[in-house]
């Protein structure tokens, strides 16, 4: 997933779940009977599968739209959405969100987190002193990083076993080995 696209989204209208938690978004039509390309911000291309129904918004507007149909490619996924019919639909779709709401999410296992859970938590060392809040993540390939701000400051903090010493999602603190200066 794209740490930047996991701030959950606070929707507030009738209907519209209030966890949705962005999963990427539509680069353009593919085709010319109305399916969608699909950037996916999700950890495998292909887990927005698992969802029956995507929610698609911009500008705080959202909408529900049922997958009919879809297919994996190396990088990006397509779809085919219910009510779009043409090209011209699916392209006037590009640059949408697609979200699903976390609800519906996967439970995780007890040492596992979805990074949407993350952002937004405090991030305290074992010296008491409070590095930030987690903005973001990073997928490095060896292991992610928190990407955590205070004020103006940015640190990067490794999201491992041997910095992490533990996570509350309940209280929304994570607690690290990790100093001000590093």
Known sequence: MKPAKQQPIAASAAGIPADLVPMGFIAGAFGIRGWVKVVSDTEYVDSLFEYPVWWL????????????????????????LEGVDDRDVAAALKGTTVAVPRSEMPETDEDEFYWADLIGSEVINRQEERLGIVQSLLATGANDVLVVRDGDTERLVPFVGAVVDSVDQTSRVIRVDWGLDY
């Open 57 to 80: 918004g911009r500008n705080g507007q959202w909408r529900a739209y049922k997958v009919l149909n879809s297919s994996a490619q190396p990088k990006n996924i397509n779809a085919q």
